[in-house]
C-alpha cells in the first residue's frame, strides 16, 4: 500500500458518512456471505448463491444506508423517494453484475469460489459506495 494509498484512508476514515457506510457494508455483507455460504452448503451452485446472497445483503444495505449513512439525504415519501430507490437498485445490480462476474470467471479460472466472493466483495463495495455518494443520495 503506497503512502498515498494509506494517506486517502486515512482521510475518508475522518469522513463519518465513510466510517457509516463501511459499517452498514459490514453487516449487509454478513447477510451476503452467511447466505452465501448456507447456500453453498446446501448445493447451490457459486455462481447463483452469489447472486443470491449478494440480493438478501442489497436488502439489508438499503434499510441501513437509507436510516443511518444517508439518511440526512434520503427522501421522505411519494415519487422522490421511488427514484431513490430505483436509483438504489440499479447501483446494487451494478455491484451484483461485478460480484456474479467476478465469481463466475474465478469459478472458471479454478479458484476457490469462496475467494472470488472475497475479490467480487472488494470490487463491489468501491463501486456501489462511489454511486450511492454521488448519484443516488445526492
Given amino acids: 500500500m503506497s503512502l498515498t494509498s494509506i494517506g486517502s484512508l486515512a482521510s475518508r476514515m475522518g469522513d463519518i458518512r465513510f466510517v457509516r457506510y463501511v ?20 448445493g447451490v451452485a457459486a455462481t447463483p448463491a452469489a447472486a443470491g446472497g449478494y440480493s438478501l445483503g442489497m436488502a439489508a444495505h438499503w434499510l441501513l444506508s437509507s436510516r443511518a ?14 427514484r431513490q430507490k430505483a436509483l438504489f437498485v440499479m447501483s446494487a445490480l451494478v455491484g451484483l453484475g461485478l460480484t456474479t462476474l467476478i465469481v463466475a470467471a474465478g469459478q472458471a479460472g479454478g479458484w ?26 445526492r
Avoid at 449513512?69 to 421511488?82: I, K, L, Q
Avoid at 466483495?121 to 456501489?128: D, E, L, M, N, Y
Wanted: charged share 20%.
Fill in 23 to 42: 459499517l452498514a457494508s459490514a453487516g449487509a455483507l454478513a447477510v451476503d456471505f452467511g447466505s452465501f455460504l448456507a447456500m453453498l452448503q446446501v
Fill in 69 to 82: 449513512v444517508f439518511a440526512d439525504n434520503a427522501a421522505e415519501r411519494g415519487s422522490r423517494r421511488h
Fill in 112 to 137: 476457490d469460489p469462496r475467494l472470488a466472493k472475497v475479490l467480487a466483495v472488494g470490487v463491489s463495495f468501491c463501486t456501489t459506495y462511489w454511486l450511492r455518494k454521488q448519484i443516488v443520495f
